[in-house]
């Protein structure tokens, strides 16, 4: 089944306020007829408010355009998001009187108030969801497109599947990468070999585990599989291994696949916005500079088909490598530029894919331009310089 995907640019044909994101946003809402889907139900709007002194997460302007088309069709809106996140969340700009109704933590503010859903995989036995989202009848999912250490990027998939989860869950989700076994201390029992390899990363993510002697950590956020570790550590003493990567991975599908379990297929819709995309996720608690060009807005009821339209659409830009923060290193010109930038094994489409399996939608899709950039005729006549 071919879905479809809305879309409005961030590009501009003219300088006129209905050619912008926002106008555009409102076009896409009508495009998914909110406003005809919402009457007397009680809607979460999941979205990052971000943390400390991040600033590019989604702005007020277009959260309140989604919270009044909510409210214009009779329903009942809310913003939700993790307690660690909402509390401070008005020094970010993100208040009632801004957004035009509530912002509440998730799981409560003490991330007490979850439902358990039974589900093994790896390290994870129950899944956390928070009660605001289960207490919800509509569910519209807006994310804010940007990288993510763990998985590549972050955006429609990540929002729901770490922000609708109590903060135990998520902390599980982050270990799973930890399951499948990638140290072999038998091969490699000498404490200064250790060391050495943990030298040999330039982003410090081998550690000696502190706790259990001979053994070693590997922070997979911070890794992005360069190697320089495999060239001093004995054979098979360790794995950078795609498994640990991907299973991240499939644990937010999981993840998300509860989530959505718990709403009717028909009410549920995910808007992604893809603009001043950062290298890391929103809950950093800062803004670094953008690493790809701004490319706009989309809509979509399918989460497959949104989460693969805004990767299509950055899948052949450039990475604005004099943006990256100078710790940051790009060691393959191959693959999504998301995967560039943190590694060839954190490939931004396994989300989707794992996703596809679990039937959570279609990875076809069309995607149709809401407000198509119109030619403009330049003065034909040659520039001639003032006097
Ligand atoms: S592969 Fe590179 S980034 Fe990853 S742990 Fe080894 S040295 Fe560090």
Not at 168 to 196: A, L, V
Request: aromatic content about 8%; proline content about 6%; overall charge negative.
């Amino acid at each position: 089944m071919t879905s479809t995907v809305y879309f409005g640019t961030a590009r501009q044909s003219r300088l006129e306020a209905r050619e912008t994101l926002p106008a555009k946003l409102d076009l896409i809402l009508e495009k998914l007829q909110i406003r005809e889907r919402v009457k007397d139900e009680m809607v979460i709007i999941k979205m990052h408010t971000g943390n400390n002194i991040g600033y590019s997460t989604i702005h007020p302007v277009f959260v309140r355009r989604v919270v009044q088309a909510v409210k214009d069709g009779g329903g009942k809106p809310f913003i939700a998001d993790v307690n660690w996140d909402v509390s401070g969340a008005e020094t970010r700009g993100y208040t009632h009187e801004t957004l035009g109704c509530p912002i509440y933590p998730a799981a409560g503010p003490d991330e007490k108030y979850f439902y358990e859903y039974e589900k093994t995989f790896k390290n994870i036995k129950k899944w956390k969801l928070a009660g605001m989202v289960k207490d919800a009848t509509f569910l519209i999912n807006f994310s804010h497109v940007k990288g993510h250490p763990s998985c590549g990027f972050g955006a429609a998939f990540k929002n729901l599947a770490l922000g609708c989860m109590a903060g135990e869950t998520r902390g599980e989700m982050h270990d799973s990468m930890h399951f499948d076994q990638y140290w072999f201390p038998e091969k490699c029992s000498n404490i200064e070999t250790i060391r050495m390899i943990a030298a040999a990363c330039p982003f410090e993510a081998i550690v000696e585990d502190k706790k259990n002697p001979g053994q070693m950590h590997l922070h997979m956020e911070q890794c992005n599989q360069c190697g320089r570790c495999l060239q001093v550590a004995p054979e098979g003493s360790l794995k950078i291994d795609a498994a640990n990567f991907h299973a991240f991975q499939e644990a937010c599908a999981i993840s998300t696949s509860i989530t959505l379990s718990t709403f009717h297929p028909k009410k549920v819709t995910h808007l992604s916005l893809a603009t001043h995309m950062t290298p890391v996720c929103d809950c950093f608690g800062f803004t670094s500079m953008p690493i790809l060009p701004d490319v706009g807005i989309f809509g979509s009821d399918d989460i497959i088909a949104i989460e693969r339209a805004v990767l299509d659409s950055t899948a052949g830009m450039k990475l604005i490598e004099e943006n990256l923060p100078l710790v940051m290193e790009v060691h393959t010109r191959q693959g999504h530029p998301f995967q560039q930038l943190h590694g060839p094994l954190k490939d931004p489409y396994m989300v989707t894919e794992y996703g596809e399996k679990l039937g959570l939608g279609s990875r076809d899709y069309e995607l149709v331009d809401v407000l198509p950039l119109e030619k403009v005729e330049h003065a034909a006549l040659p520039y001639i310089p003032a006097k």
